[in-house]
């Protein structure tokens, strides 16, 4: 496709549900990161992904948040027990090379999950 | 605490006037990025300082990197209605591998 997408581009789930958030990134680019945004605040990172690997997952709050890859596109962020606190736009952006924070990061729209 | 901080949050300027956001870190940066976010948008990339003291322009946009690689700045010369939205500043500490985005500034311009 033409730039990242993601789906849903809004989820509302209630407080203790468990929830899948897809992200597609641009065909080619091996690096896949997902941040978290919150109302007036600037992304924070959650973890990195080079090919089918996650490379650093050092942004995960906690082990209730788990990603994957399994083929080095598509990925899944998965969150267990859901929070109000997680209430957030879930945004992932992929990059061509191999060096993490280093090249253009093109964003996808996000995903809007509220907790209720 | 907050690793990257941008002042100022909030910014109201007359079209046609400049503007500018200061972002600082208490850590020395290997990279600062610049994103824009338009309003109910995602961050879109702007640009990259790497070195020391660096200067880039992008038409009205001149972007600075600081000699202590610790801040730079974005400066928008004769805003235009175009230019609303959040601006965010993103550095790479050189103490290890994290990334930290700035706490944003937002830009209104008023035709």
């Known amino acids: 496709g033409a730039g990242v997408s993601q789906t849903p581009s809004n989820k509302v789930t209630e407080k203790g549900k468990y929830v899948e958030l897809r992200c597609d990134p641009i065909?080619?680019?091996?690096?896949l990161y997902w941040y978290r945004q919150s109302l007036g605040q600037g992304p924070e990172f959650l973890i990195y992904?080079?090919?089918?690997?996650?490379?650093?997952d050092s942004g995960l709050p906690n082990d209730r948040f788990f990603a994957v890859r399994p083929e080095g596109s598509v990925s899944t962020l998965k969150i267990q027990r859901t929070e109000r606190g997680d209430s957030a736009v879930y945004l992932c952006a992929s990059s061509f090379g191999r060096a993490r924070f280093t090249d253009t990061q093109y964003f996808g729209p996000g995903t809007r999950l509220t907790v209720l | 605490g907050q690793q990257v901080m941008q002042i100022p949050q909030y910014q109201h300027v007359q079209e046609g006037e400049d503007f500018t956001t200061y972002c600082n870190s208490s850590?020395?940066?290997?990279?600062i990025q610049w994103y824009k976010q338009r309003p109910g948008g995602h961050p879109v990339f702007l640009i990259q300082?790497?070195?020391?003291?660096e200067v880039k322009k992008q038409k009205r946009l001149t972007f600075q990197f600081g000699e202590a690689k610790k801040n730079s700045s974005l400066h928008i010369t004769a805003t235009q209605t175009t230019d609303v939205g959040t601006y965010f500043c993103?550095?790479?500490?050189?103490?290890?591998?994290?990334?930290?985005f700035g706490t944003g500034t937002s830009l209104t311009v008023i035709p």
């Open positions: 993103a550095g790479l500490l050189n103490t290890g591998n994290q990334f930290y």
């Open positions: 850590t020395t940066l290997s990279n």
């Open positions: 300082l790497v070195k020391s003291g």
């Open positions: 992904f080079q090919g089918t690997g996650a490379a650093d």
């Open positions: 065909s080619g680019h091996t690096a």
